[in-house]
């Protein structure tokens, strides 16, 4: 039976996109409106789906946005010729080129191309870096997201054992930065981690982001522990699942974020607030 506390990762981000939108009225009256431009290159239809959501969060909000939409088989020099041109313009403060590119596109050469003051992934070696030395920098907005969540239980990270599953540099390495930076005490397990339920069993917060549906059962979980799952897992069924078996987990842990519905939604979220972030940098006003 789930006694557990379900973190809604909508209902918080709801919140939050609220107050972006009361933010973004007062800044249109100073001439300044965020501007997001999405790039898919290709049709994967998870992508399509993330997409649509990038571009609707922007219409509620109030921000400019563009989609850009390339053929699978556009060549690199095109997609950093678009890349380039975005740079350049004033209208757009936010380039997000949706990941994974297919296989004839480096990452690395895109993602290196893109102004850091416009790199609303957290992904330029420059806000990679600055994250690690602990300056300002855009942060990664799955692993932001995952700290607001934590945030927004109440529960104090200061001097608590954070266990992170997964060792990404899109979610794994960030999200253990971030929970270091709230003071907690971080242990980062992967897929070679011999004693790996002896540690999670210590966690008082468990963050878990491999990859596999279902991966972490109560058995993984110290009683009452705050769970947070990343994982979006699609099932052959069809259905979602995320890296938590939430029946079972939620049956020991104390709050727990559910899929879907639980980081996805804040992963938006933070894209919305980095990008009125930049916004305002790029206005001066910040
Ligand atoms: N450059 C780049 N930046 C990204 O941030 C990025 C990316 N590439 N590639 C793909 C992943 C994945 N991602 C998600 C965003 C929102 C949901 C989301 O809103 N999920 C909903 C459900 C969505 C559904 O029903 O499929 C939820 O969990 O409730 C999920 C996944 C961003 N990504």
Known sequence: MTTA??????QVSDEIRQNLKTEVEGLAAQGCVPGLAVVLVGEDPASQVYVRNKAKACEDLGFYSEVHRLDADTSQEDLL???????????INGILVQLPL???IEEKAVINAISPEKDVDGFHPVNVGNLVIGDDSLLPCTPAGVIELIKHTGIEMSGKHAVVIGR???????????????????????????????????????????GRA???????????????????????????????????ASTVSGPITPV???VGPMTITMLMK????????AHGLS
Do not use: W
Request: aromatic share 2%; proline share 4%.
């Open 102 to 104: 297919p296989e004839h």
């Open 260 to 262: 879907p519905g639980g």
């Open 81 to 91: 010729a678009l890349v380039h041109k975005l740079n350049g313009q004033t209208d």
């Open 214 to 248: 279902n991966f972490v059962d109560a058995s993984y979980i110290k009683p009452g522990a705050v769970v947070i799952d990343v994982g979006i897992n699609r099932l052959e069924t069809g259905k979602l699942a995320g890296d938590v078996d939430f029946e079972s």
């Open 168 to 210: 990404s540099n899109i979610v794994g390495k960030p999200v253990s930065l971030l929970l270091q930076r709230e003071n907690a005490t971080v242990t980062m397990c992967h897929s070679r981690t011999a004693n790996m339920k002896e540690l999670t069993r210590q966690a008082d917060i468990l963050v878990v982001a491999v």
């Open 5 to 10: 506390q379900i973190i809604s990762g909508k």
């Open 274 to 281: 980095n990008t009125l972030l930049a916004a305002k940098r």
